[in-house]
T-cell receptor, first 114, second 111 residues
Framework: NAGVTQTPKFQVLKTGQSMTLQCAQDMNHEYMSWYRQDPGMGLRLIHYSVGAGITDQGEVPNGYNVSRSTTEDFPLRLLSAAPSQTSVYFC?????????????FGEGSRLTVL | TQLLEQSPQFLSIQEGENLTVYCNSSSVFSSLQWYRQEPGEGPVLLVTVVTGGEVKKLKRLTFQFGDARKDSSLHITAAQPGDTGLYLCAGARQAGTALIFGKGTTLSVSS
């Protein structure tokens, strides 16, 4: 079972470059989200989506764009990378409704911006 | 402002000891979850609590949701080295809304 798949697992960028982190899930989950994890900061929500065509900002959305054209995919775009965006990024998906808080995570994408 | 405050941030104990990790907020949550994360992997759900006062047990782990649905605790009995990891609490203010995480508690259990 694939679950939530993130690519790439590792990426090094130079300041100002753009890139897209890919996330795909095969569980037919309506809810998808992106978090970043930094030492001592826990997981901070970047953007989330409750269904195809619907996205919303989380706690730290600046510098990131998302789109949700299909139920399965939720890419995260960095338009102009900055060293402050060096982090581990996690994509997560879940069902809506009463138990919407149960998330299934990918293995993470480690991004370094020089 | 951190919506969910976890304590302690770090915990280093010997095998066989008991421990409790706390997750507190001034806000009411429709549900709270506890996740465990190992290095290089994504968090994995341990339990979800949805009813004020609810207690759930998972082998040596006991989870409690406060009566007012503003706080939760995780108690581990007779900790083992395999319990080592980052424990994260997470809450949804309303069902169907985004999940917010605490900063986590790093647990180290030595034999």
């Amino acid at each position: 079972n694939a679950g939530v798949t993130q690519t790439p697992k590792f990426q090094v960028l130079k300041t100002g470059q753009s890139m897209t982190l890919q996330c795909a899930q095969d569980m037919n989950h309506e809810y998808m989200s992106w978090y970043r994890q930094d030492p001592g900061m826990g997981l901070r929500l970047i953007h989330y989506s409750v269904g195809a065509g619907i996205t919303d900002q989380g706690e730290v959305p600046n510098g990131y764009n998302v789109s949700r054209s299909t139920t399965e995919d939720f890419p995260l775009r960095l338009l102009s990378a900055a060293p402050s965006q060096t982090s581990v990024y996690f994509c997560a998906s879940g069902r809506r409704g009463l138990m919407a808080g149960e998330l299934f995570f990918g293995e993470g994408s480690r991004l370094t911006v020089l | 402002t951190q919506l969910l405050e976890q304590s302690p941030q770090f915990l280093s104990i010997q095998e066989g000891e008991n421990l409790t990790v706390y997750c507190n907020s001034s806000s009411v949550f429709s549900s709270l979850q506890w996740y465990r994360q190992e290095p290089g992997e994504g968090p994995v759900l341990l339990v979800t609590v949805v009813t004020g006062g609810e207690v759930k047990k998972l082998k040596r782990l006991t989870f409690q949701f406060g009566d007012a649905r503003k706080d939760s605790s995780l108690h581990i009995t007779a900790a083992q080295p395999g319990d080592t990891g980052l424990y994260l609490c997470a809450g949804a203010r309303q069902a169907g809304t985004a999940l917010i995480f605490g900063k986590g508690t790093t647990l180290s259990v030595s034999s």
